[in-house]
């Protein structure tokens, strides 16, 4: 008999004790990540009730709340596999995979024709990181301080490439406005001219996008080396000054990217039942209930540190986020929606865009100065919860047109 036979069991239940302790510590590395992951227990119902095809109502609101801490997983994993990247590409994979849930949500709406979800859901999230994530900032943090200041010179970017990104949507919604639409060949010419104009300034604003990160990673780095600083304080804080392993990072992105795409789609599939059973508008749906999903962890990391008096990775954190939907994310979905023969467009009604022009226009106005106060967190979020009351009364065409139909 070998002597060494009995040894090899005892190794392999060694190397196996070792990868359970180590799965097991990331696991609650990640589970501590974030305060929202407490919602993690709606993941198995949500997964039950779209699976069993039970209660769309039910369906829609548990995947809703599965996806807000699967959404703050995505996020806490992508800060660790850039931590370990370096600063270029970190930043590179911060920016790309941020705004994933956006992505995911969007993609798979698109697929089912829901153009109108995705546009709104694009707007939803301009308006809530401008306005709603900036404004709670502005509040938590100068609650109990006289004035807050932070980087004048990288706010003032930030906000010119806003005022760029803002123009993107006016110059569609006035280009259809300013034509007439007097028969149905009109209307299709005007339609597919707006098509090519939105997949033509997609394009430009991607490209905008590129030289943005250039310029933020190597060019001018300096200005945004006390975000990146206080960023890498906040991960190991968070974390508890333990780090994953590049190899659990991207194993934690793939179960976390497969899990949000099956809980996103059983969320959009419910989207049409909920406009009926509610009388909710999908504009409405779009535009003030979905980007919570994806926005949500955005929330209160920035809340947090701003309460920490480190306005200026708040700021990047709200305005970064506004600018990665409006550069990145947006002009995206249209070249998606290319691939996928469905005409997404960035023209948007005259309504969404004269609420985003009064988003942009506040935001620049409130941080240009490069200093804020409670007060101009109170009015930035007041001005958000004007716009939700709006679009909470706004109609659908669809209803307008019922309307319309049965006064013939």
């Not at 699967?70 to 941020?98: H, V």
């Not at 394009?203 to 300096?222: A, D, E, G, P």
Request: overall charge negative.
């Amino acid at each position: 008999m070998n002597v060494n036979t009995p040894l090899l069991p005892s190794s392999r239940d060694a190397k196996a004790r070792s990868f359970l302790k180590a799965a097991t510590e990331d696991i609650k590395v990640v589970a501590y990540s974030s305060p929202v992951n407490i919602l993690l227990v709606f993941v198995p119902i949500g997964l039950i009730f779209g699976y069993g095809g039970l209660s769309p109502t039910w369906n829609f609101l548990f995947n809703f709340l599965a996806i807000i801490p699967l959404a703050a997983i995505l996020a806490f994993a992508t800060e660790q596999l850039a931590d370990k990247a370096g600063s270029t590409l970190g930043g590179l994979l911060n920016a790309t995979l941020g705004n994933a849930v956006e992505l995911i949500v969007s993609i798979i709406a698109l697929r089912e024709g829901q153009v109108r979800i995705v546009q709104a859901s694009m707007l939803g999230s301009l308006l809530s990181n401008l306005l709603l994530v900036l404004g709670f900032c502005f509040v938590a943090g100068g609650y109990n301080r006289v004035q807050q200041t932070f980087n004048q010179t990288a706010a003032q970017t930030m906000s010119s490439l806003l005022a760029i990104s803002c123009a993107s949507l006016l110059i569609p919604a006035a280009f259809r406005a300013s034509l007439p639409d007097d028969n149905e060949k009109q209307d299709l010419l005007i339609n597919q001219k707006i098509l090519n104009l939105s997949r033509s300034t997609s394009i430009i604003l991607l490209l905008v996008y590129v030289f943005f990160m250039v310029f933020q990673l190597r060019t001018h780095h300096k200005l945004f080396e006390q975000q990146a600083e206080e960023t890498e304080h906040a991960v190991e804080h968070h974390s508890s000054r333990k780090h994953l392993s590049v190899k659990s990072s991207l194993t934690f992105l793939f179960i976390t990217t497969v899990i949000v795409s099956i809980c996103a789609d059983f969320l959009v599939g419910s989207i049409d039942n909920i406009v009926e059973s509610s009388g909710l508008s999908k504009t409405f749906i779009g535009l003030i209930v979905i980007p919570i999903v994806g926005n949500a962890a955005e929330h209160v990391t920035s809340v947090i540190v701003a309460m920490k008096n480190k306005m200026d990775l708040a700021l990047s954190v709200a305005i970064g986020s506004s600018l990665q939907i409006s550069l990145f994310v947006t002009p995206f979905m249209v070249l998606v929606g290319w691939g996928l023969g469905v005409p997404m467009t960035l023209n948007f009604s005259q309504f969404e865009t004269a609420t985003m022009f009064i988003a942009v226009f506040l935001s620049n106005y409130l941080i240009l100065d490069g200093e804020s106060n409670w007060l101009e967190g109170v009015m930035s979020i007041s001005m958000y919860l004007l716009i939700a009351m709006a679009f909470f009364y706004y109609p659908d065409e669809k209803a307008i047109s019922s309307i319309t139909t049965l006064q013939g």
